[in-house]
């Protein structure tokens, strides 16, 4: 039986033992809420200037405590919708046979990926990859397929040639030749990653290519992996610039493992233009042919980029405002 005495004594320790654990949890939510307060969020990055509206569309959506994954996707539907954007959507730059042929793909916090290749006639081609993502088993669908599968979905059916594209299409012709200039030519895609304020990361890339690319020709926007990677534990990158570079590094998925070994972002972009540098040296090829930029955002909400050569732009929306900011090269290359 136990005496008055053991239970009192047995009442007390029990006590103190709850009061301690009950502490130390509030110690443990205490310590997760101040790491919380420490993380950057919401944030939102995009390539090149018209990241700026870009972003502004995210943020709306970010801002009010929306998912990363809806705001990347309405962040690119702006360009891909400008018809005076050339490189993106309604309005890109038609390949050498007057066909535009678009690209885009999406990843999510889960890890879920769709993708849409070689997509002709859709003006929302992130869309496009969206519905791969969430209403197949399937994960990237190409050419007549990809249009095939939207036209199921209930995307429009539009002609996305602006007469400023035919004509100099038409002018291309005269040469027909086929010299891929950076940041002119063949600028530019854009790749959109946030983190939103629940902590997760998402992803969206969408182009027109290469300008004047051979017809069937795919880049790296499309492609997870190279043009974009979303790791949640870890953080995020897109690209831009010859989708052929970086495609060869698997460009963005290296930027990610480079993150967790714990570089920060800005120094694993930088690592994997020195990857393309390298393989552009072995190659033998010249290396102010070419431009490649990464962007990167790390789950702490720190951000960083690093491209080939001068030029190249990002737009970062965060508690800061909305700022573009350029980046840093690798070769400067002075201008004639
Ligand atoms: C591609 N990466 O199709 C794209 C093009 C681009 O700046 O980003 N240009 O290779």
Redesign the pocket.
């Known amino acids: 039986m136990t005496s008055r005495k053991t239970f009192l004594k047995t009442s007390a320790i029990t006590g103190a033992a709850m009061l301690l654990n009950s502490l130390h949890i509030d110690a443990k939510a205490e310590k997760r809420e101040r790491k919380n307060k420490q993380v950057n969020k919401p944030i939102v990055l995009s390539?090149w200037n018209f990241g700026l509206k870009a972003n502004e569309a995210a943020w709306e959506i970010l801002s009010k405590g929306g998912k990363a994954l809806d705001a990347v996707e309405a962040g690119v539907r702006v360009p891909e919708a400008d018809p005076t954007e050339r490189?993106v959507g309604y309005g890109g730059r038609p390949d050498r046979d007057g066909r535009i042929t678009l690209?885009a793909c999406i990843m999510d916090e889960m890890s879920n990926i769709g993708s849409v290749a070689g997509l002709e006639f859709i003006k929302h081609p992130i869309s496009v990859a969206r519905a791969v993502m969430e209403k197949t088993p399937h994960v990237m669908f190409v050419g007549d397929g990809a249009l095939q599968f939207a036209l199921s979905q209930g995307f429009p059916k539009e002609n996305l040639m602006v007469p400023d594209s035919e004509r100099e299409w038409k002018e291309w012709l005269k040469k027909s030749e086929y010299k891929p200039i950076?940041?002119i030519e063949?600028?530019?895609?854009i790749g959109m990653i946030a983190l939103d304020a629940n902590g997760n990361l998402s992803g969206a890339c969408t182009?027109s290519?290469?300008a004047f690319?051979m017809h069937g020709r795919?880049?790296?926007?499309p492609i997870i992996g190279a043009?974009l990677y979303v790791d949640n534990e870890i953080g995020a990158a897109t690209?831009?610039?010859?989708?052929?570079e970086?495609i060869r590094i698997a460009g963005c998925h290296l930027v990610v493992e480079l993150m967790r070994q714990g570089k920060s972002p800005e120094d694993a972009c930088k690592e994997a233009v020195n990857r393309v540098v390298h393989l552009m040296e072995i190659r033998k090829k010249n290396l102010s042919d070419i431009?490649v930029?990464f962007i990167a955002l790390n789950k702490q909400g720190e951000y960083g980029s690093y491209c080939v050569q001068g030029g190249f732009s990002y737009a970062v929306f965060d508690k800061e405002g909305n700022n573009l900011k350029n980046s840093d090269a690798h070769l400067i290359i002075p201008k004639k």
Request: aromatic share 0%.
């Open positions: 390539t490189s690209d950076v940041n063949n600028h530019d895609t182009t290519g290469m690319k795919v880049g790296d926007s043009g690209a831009t610039g010859h989708g052929e970086v431009q930029g």
